[in-house]
């Protein structure tokens, strides 16, 4: 099994997820980002639009919003058996919002560890 390893603080390359969705070479991008969007609001309470700056969230929010883009970025690249090594994130997060990523990543069927 693969593994990859987010550290906090250190997730997003870009300052949106439009712009995180082109640098995977992910060119469906616009609908990717709104089910993406919609997930944040529906599962995390996050109201971010489209526009928003990524840079402008809490390092929690980043965080929680930057696990929810690669979710999709492993679907749409079909990158699967995958384990994530999450480098003090669920540390940084509150019980409640560490507890909704992890049953989160586990619904979308990302391993983490």
């Known amino acids: 099994m693969k593994s990859l390893e987010i550290e906090y603080s250190h997730e997003f390359i870009s300052n949106k997820i439009k712009d995180e969705l082109i640098l995977y070479d992910i060119w469906v991008y616009k609908e990717l ?7 944040l609001k529906t599962n995390f309470n996050f109201n971010i639009g489209v526009n928003r700056n990524i840079n402008t969230l809490s390092g929690g929010q980043r965080s929680i919003a930057y696990l929810v883009t690669l979710t999709y970025i492993l679907q749409e690249r079909k990158i699967d058996h995958i384990q994530l090594i999450l480098s003090n994130i669920i540390e940084s997060l509150t019980k409640e919002s560490g507890d909704k990523i992890l049953a989160y990543l586990k619904k979308r069927g990302v391993d983490v560890t």
């Open 33 to 39: 980002e709104l089910q993406i969007l919609k997930d």
